[in-house]
């Protein structure tokens, strides 16, 4: 079968997403992004640190259902089984966040404690295997750990953010670290007890799409990229 081709403003796209991840500390020589293209297939980073992505970088294009290509990241099954399980995701990201790794090498995920954590109610699931993700069944298995929420945290390695589109993915990836510095911070002062957790209700109220929220994190943390030309 042949796959879509991506587009010059997808491949733009992509480089901006991982560039801005690494920017706000989000990865580090360990990451990577993707968009879905269409059914069939996505479009990765290329593999390497994310802060080290130039311009004249291009992503690969991936089956969704098939072989990784040549030269593609293990872990990048992961993205392959959750954009072959809902296709309602048209953006990934796995990152490696300092605070979400801090609370997951206790077995701890946040829990939605402030506007930020509402897009994660009721609470954050966690893949509790600290080996990394290199076979089919590991990729299946967060996945399935994952199953409709918007992250999945995996225990001392970081995490994985679904979201409709890449921009919104590259959003909730800031929100879900902030959650994160929340919770670690209220469990320090002694603080963390269930009264502070949202309500369903009151964290689907909160969790708001209007008002450019996503638009706006997403110019925040793309500005000053050398390939940013405005809103994306």
């Known amino acids: 079968m042949a796959f879509t081709a991506a587009s010059a403003e997808q491949q733009r796209l992509l480089r901006i997403a991982a560039r801005s991840l690494a920017r706000a500390n989000l990865v580090h020589a360990y990451g990577h992004c993707s ?107 967060v996945t399935q750990a994952m199953a409709n929420a918007a992250a999945v945290v995996m225990r001392g390695n970081g995490a994985v953010v679904a979201a409709e589109d890449l921009q919104t993915a590259v959003g909730l990836t800031w929100y879900l670290e902030d959650a994160a510095r929340i919770e670690l911070q209220l469990r320090s002062a002694g603080l963390a007890d269930a009264q502070g957790v949202l309500t369903a209700g009151q964290a689907q109220q909160r969790a708001t799409r209007s008002g450019r929220i996503f638009e706006r994190m997403w110019e925040y943390l793309g500005a000053g990229d050398p390939e940013w030309v405005g809103a994306v």
């Open 35 to 141: 968009l879905r293209l269409d059914a069939h297939a996505f479009l990765v980073c290329t593999a390497k640190p994310m802060g080290l992505i130039t311009p004249a970088d291009q992503g690969t294009v991936v089956p969704v259902h098939g072989d990784l290509p040549d030269g593609v990241l293990g872990e990048v099954r992961i993205h392959q089984q959750i954009y072959r399980s809902r296709p309602e995701v048209g953006g990934v990201v796995r990152s490696m966040p300092r605070d979400v790794m801090t609370l997951s090498a206790a077995g701890i995920t946040p829990a939605p404690r402030h506007g930020m954590g509402s897009y994660f109610s009721p609470g954050v699931p966690l893949w509790d295997d600290v080996q990394l993700v290199r076979s089919e069944a590991q990729a299946v298995g």
